[in-house]
């Protein structure tokens, strides 16, 4: 009889916990819960959005050097580079057209001059055709191309990367005969 007794204070028990307030997680418990979850999704969502910054700039720089190998196969063919200063392509070739040889178009020098991936554009400039310049915005201002005075990003004066507003360009390259911030001074933003 005792063993019968034991099993039914036993069951009383288990069934006074599992009905009783205290056996499921409080507000507290529960807003801490959800306060730690959140966290974690800030710092998730942040180290995500870094990387898309990073792999835009990386595809930016991929552009530019591209460009730049295509304008020297229009330099070797023609002896001077296309007289152009403008953020809308080169010689009337849009970015995301095809560059051409104006004077023979079955002359291709690049299947499609790229779109910036971010929804700014290119610079390009060449006042003479001797040589020339490509510019571009990078958003991670921490990236090891951004010039930098003081802590302090630097940009290239007259130059405009912005699609529906001037933004001014912070990262460039050039032609082998000269330096990006010919004619286009560094300048603290």
Same mark, same amino acid.
């Given at each position: 009889?005792?063993?019968?007794?034991?099993?039914?204070?036993?069951?009383?028990?288990?069934?006074?916990i599992l009905s009783s307030k205290s056996?499921?997680?409080?507000?507290?418990?529960?807003?801490?819960? &959800?306060?730690?979850?959140?966290?974690?999704?800030?710092?998730?969502?942040?180290?995500? &959005?870094?990387?898309?910054?990073?792999?835009?700039?990386?595809?930016?720089?991929? /552009?530019?050097?591209?460009i730049a190998r295509s304008l020297e196969?229009?330099?070797?063919?023609?002896?001077?580079?296309?007289?152009?200063?403008?953020?809308?392509?080169?010689? #009337?070739? /849009?970015?995301?057209?095809?560059?051409? /040889?104006?004077? =023979?178009?079955?002359?291709?020098?690049?299947?499609?001059?790229?779109?910036?991936? #971010?929804? *700014?554009?290119?610079y390009y400039t060449s006042s003479d #055709? *001797?040589?020339?310049?490509?510019?571009?915005?990078?958003?991670?201002? =921490?990236?090891?191309?951004? =010039?930098?005075?003081?802590?302090?990003?630097?940009?290239?004066?007259?130059? /405009?990367?912005?699609?529906? *507003? *001037?933004?001014?360009?912070?990262?460039?390259?050039?032609?082998? =005969?000269?330096?990006?911030?010919?004619?286009?001074?560094?300048?603290?933003?």
């Amino acid at each position: 009889m005792k063993n019968i007794t034991s099993k039914n204070s036993k069951r009383n028990s288990l069934k006074k916990i599992l009905s009783s307030k205290s056996a499921g997680f409080t507000m507290i418990e529960l807003l801490i819960v &959800m306060v730690i979850l959140a966290l974690l999704l800030v710092v998730g969502l942040g180290s995500f &959005m870094s990387s898309q910054r990073k792999s835009r700039d990386s595809a930016r720089k991929t /552009d530019i050097q591209n460009i730049a190998r295509s304008l020297e196969f229009y330099y070797n063919d023609k002896g001077v580079y296309p007289i152009y200063t403008g953020k809308d392509g080169i010689l #009337g070739q /849009d970015w995301g057209e095809a560059f051409v /040889d104006p004077d =023979n178009v079955s002359t291709l020098y690049m299947n499609l001059l790229p779109m910036d991936p #971010g929804g *700014s554009t290119y610079y390009y400039t060449s006042s003479d #055709g *001797s040589q020339f310049q490509l510019y571009a915005i990078l958003e991670n201002e =921490n990236d090891g191309d951004v =010039n930098k005075s003081g802590g302090s990003v630097q940009v290239y004066t007259g130059t /405009d990367c912005g699609v529906e *507003s *001037s933004i001014t360009c912070n990262y460039g390259i050039a032609s082998t =005969n000269t330096d990006p911030a010919t004619g286009h001074a560094l300048v603290v933003e």
